[in-house]
């Protein structure tokens, strides 16, 4: 696979699991190459060369270079895949509206729920378990009549949001009050190449 891209990533990680998800139903060759991040390898000197920032996901496409998820879903789709971007103007500035919602209030709502019971993380559950509920009753909403977050049809904003939306349940954040995005989930997962992201101990409650 020498010409595949290399996906630096960790299993347990949805920043990662969104980008080899992607690469995975797009078709894109690609090899995942796991970051002991247990061990600290993330903070060692090779894969700070990668990333100075020390976190999961980066991508390396020949001499390219480039970390965060959401910088890599629109370098993966415009190079191999342009259909994920939807062509007219309006549904693109949807798409992204989804993009900065999963580094905002699904970052900071589900998947910080999830970091409590996973990694232990200091993170506030009050606020993580608000901020979820307020995300999921609009994606919700969204979802109303739609099988996909973007005009109906499927999107790199799906593939941003799904992996933390999938994974509630492992911070405690329930989805039985949300039969629409149960159902986009199933969506999603019915996708030809799709690839689950590991499951923790903590279980998840479909």
Same mark, same amino acid.
């Given at each position: ?5 290399? *996906? +630096? ?7 990662? +699991? ?5 690469? =995975? %139903?797009? !078709?894109?060759?690609?090899?995942? *190459? ?24 980066? @991508? &390396?496409?020949?001499?390219?270079? @480039?970390?965060? =998820? @959401? =910088? @890599? ?5 415009? /190079? ?24 905002? &209030? ?9 970091? *409590? ?8 559950? %009050? ?12 994606? &919700? ?8 977050? %973007? ?37 999603? &997962?019915?996708?030809? !190449? ?6 923790? /101990?903590?279980?998840? %409650? /479909?």
């Amino acid at each position: 696979m020498s010409n595949a891209i290399k *996906i +630096h990533g960790f299993p347990l990680s949805g920043h990662a +699991h969104r980008v080899e998800l992607f690469a =995975s %139903v797009a !078709g894109i060759a690609h090899e995942v *190459i796991y970051v002991d991040l247990p061990a600290g390898e993330h903070k060692q000197a090779p894969f700070l060369a990668l990333n100075p920032l020390g976190v999961v996901p980066v @991508i &390396e496409d020949s001499d390219v270079v @480039i970390h965060d =998820s @959401i =910088s @890599i879903l629109i370098y993966l789709a415009r /190079k191999y895949a342009p259909s994920y971007i939807p062509q007219d103007l309006a549904s693109e500035a949807e798409m992204h509206r989804f993009l900065a919602m999963s580094a905002g &209030e699904i970052s900071y709502g589900p998947g910080a729920a999830r970091l *409590i019971n996973v990694f232990n993380s200091p993170v506030d559950p %009050v606020f993580a378990k608000e901020t979820a509920a307020k995300a999921l009753t609009k994606l &919700e909403q969204q979802l109303d009549g739609n099988d996909f977050l %973007v005009a109906n049809k499927v999107s790199l904003a799906d593939f941003a949001i799904y992996s933390y939306v999938a994974h509630a349940p492992e911070g405690d954040v329930s989805l039985d009050p949300y039969p629409n995005i149960r159902r986009w989930l199933s969506n999603v &997962e019915g996708l030809s !190449g799709f690839v689950p992201m590991q499951a923790t /101990k903590a279980g998840l %409650v /479909k």
